[in-house]
């Protein structure tokens, strides 16, 4: 990454192409998903952040179905949550891990700050983790 210091102001310039660009690991999320209608209708209550899966009762790396509300494990553990989409076609899961959305269909994050439908769900579960609620940025019309 482009960077240059200044040990006298302790200031860090970077070039803001590479900081979100491809090679900085940095992803965007998507600001619509056609499979938004797949969403429970009550987000409002929801297992808690430290829940483990339900199949192998892993307790961390897990993630919320959006569409059943159960909780099984990432891809990285025993792969639950994938097994679960292919299984009944649920598309959504919030990460219990950083409160990321992912939709399988779309085979993206989804930016919960700008979708409306989102934005429960998400106010529910950093409260539940972090015991407070989350700042949102303000939504242009």
């Known amino acids: ?23 900085s690991g940095w992803v965007e999320g998507r600001t619509t998903c056609d499979h938004l209608p797949s969403l429970c209708s009550d987000l409002s209550q929801i297992p808690l ?6 199949r192998c009762h ?12 159960d909780v099984f494990c990432s891809r990285f553990i025993n792969k639950h949550m994938v097994n679960h989409h ?7 899961a919030l990460s219990f891990s950083d409160l990321s959305v992912w939709c399988f269909n779309c085979d993206a994050y989804l930016d919960v700050q700008m979708i409306r439908q989102l ?8 409260l539940l983790k972090f015991g407070e609620r989350p700042s949102f940025r303000t939504l242009e019309m």
Do not use: I, Q
């Not at 200031?11 to 660009?21: N, Q, R, S």
């Not at 892993?58 to 509300?69: Q, V, Y």
């Open 49 to 54: 952040p430290d829940s483990p899966c339900t």
């Open 1 to 23: 990454m482009a960077a240059e210091g200044s040990s006298s102001t302790g200031t860090l310039k970077v070039d803001e192409e590479e900081f979100f660009g491809a090679e």
């Open 58 to 69: 892993h307790p961390a790396e897990n993630w919320l179905c959006l569409s059943c509300k």
């Open 86 to 92: 292919r299984e009944t076609g649920h598309c959504l």
């Open 119 to 126: 934005r429960p769900v998400y106010e529910v579960a950093h």
